[in-house]
């Protein structure tokens, strides 16, 4: 499918799934990067309609996202682990300690999978720790019991309860990345907002010299990396964004 984006691409696979699903065929027709006709047949078999959601959520719209699995239980931790590794790049620690020695702000994960209940330090305080750190990451809490209105008050992203089956877990880490890739957008926005209007008042030849400048343009351009790497819409959206003329004369 020349000429296909990865958008199409995933509406593709969804169009694929269905068809597994229902066994009914779907007309599909592809030109100059846009999908112009999904035609699928409509169903009312609830049980139909529900099997072809969860293939659905098997497949992940952003695109390996980093993420950091914390569980002091190796083989869940492992299984959960080997549910990811086809769509993530995955990082598995055993205990609280090892999760908070592990993280690296400069380069953090964009999801961390954190089991609530464990003997060396608990989920509690790991996740309080964490929120400590300087970085932007999504926290899914995973425990094995009913979580009480006491959690609440923890400053966490999503909460799943075990098992969790390899849908579910896909779906929740895809979801905490598109909400994280857009909040880091709207980072960059600002800063490069910023960074233009210190552009707009000098010189280029101060600009090199200029702390403030050179600390909102490397921000800018590692937010940049990182929102590009999570969402396929990026590029539109950060030229949507150069293309406004904001300097007046």
């Not at 299984?79 to 620690?93: G, I, S, W």
């Not at 999978?113 to 932007?136: F, I, N, W």
């Not at 799943?160 to 896909?170: F, G, M, S, T, Y």
């Not at 000098?202 to 937010?223: C, N, Q, V």
Request: with cysteine; glycine share 4%; hydrophobic share 40%.
């Amino acid at each position: 499918m020349e000429g296909t984006d990865k958008r199409d691409v995933w509406k593709l696979k969804n169009v694929a799934a269905f068809e597994r699903c229902l066994n009914v065929p779907s007309i599909v027709c592809i030109s100059d990067r846009s999908l112009l006709t999904v035609h699928l047949l409509e169903t009312t078999d609830i049980r139909s309609r529900r099997k072809y959601w969860r293939g659905v959520e098997s497949e992940m719209y952003v695109d390996r996202p980093r993420v950091l699995l914390v569980d002091d239980e190796k083989e869940v931790a492992d299984a959960y682990a080997l549910r990811l590794k086809a769509v993530a790049d995955v990082t598995v620690t055993y205990g609280g300690a090892e999760a908070l020695s592990t993280v690296d702000v400069s380069e953090p994960p964009d999801v961390i999978l954190l089991d609530r209940h464990m003997p060396d330090q608990s989920g509690d305080d790991v996740l309080t720790e964490l929120r400590d750190y300087d970085m932007k990451t999504r926290i899914v809490m995973v425990t094995a019991i009913d979580p009480g209105l006491g959690i609440l008050d923890l400053p966490f992203d999503d909460y799943l309860c075990k098992p969790v089956e390899r849908e579910d877990i896909r779906a929740a880490v895809d979801q905490q990345c598109q909400v994280l890739a857009y909040e880091l957008l709207g980072e960059y926005f600002e800063v490069e907002s910023k960074c233009s209007v210190i552009a707009a008042e000098l010189p280029p030849e101060r600009l090199t010299d200029h702390e403030e400048f050179s600390t909102l343009d490397d921000r800018a351009a590692a937010l940049q990396d990182r929102v590009c790497r999570l969402l396929p819409e990026a590029d539109d959206l950060l030229s949507m964004f150069s293309g406004i003329e904001r300097e007046t004369y």
